[in-house]
């Protein structure tokens, strides 16, 4: 069996490459990205409750802000 970050380290790939489809088959990135929170956030509410996964999110803005999930420069609006 995997250990955590070899099975982290799957997952991500396995995304990215739906990610990447989803992308070539002309789905906007927002959208996308809108449609993957949602069902990252619906999925763990079903495993964990709504309370762990709202105290979760509540570390989030923090968390963003110090690079977390920068995988490159963002694009400033």
Same mark, same amino acid.
């Given at each position: $069996?995997?250990?955590? /970050?070899?099975?982290? +380290? #799957?997952?991500? &790939? ?9 992308? =070539? ?5 927002? $959208?996308?990205?809108? /449609?993957?929170?949602? +069902? #990252?956030?619906? &999925? ?9 996964? =709202? ?23």
């Amino acid at each position: $069996m995997k250990g955590d /970050a070899e099975q982290k +380290a #799957a997952a991500l &790939d396995a995304i990215l490459d739906a990610w990447d489809k989803a992308l =070539a088959e002309g789905v906007e990135p927002e $959208m996308l990205a809108s /449609a993957a929170i949602y +069902a #990252a956030l619906a &999925d763990m509410v079903e495993m964990y409750g709504p309370e762990p996964v =709202a105290e979760m999110c509540q570390e989030l803005p923090a968390r963003v802000r110090a690079g977390e999930f920068t995988l490159r420069e963002a694009k400033q609006p």
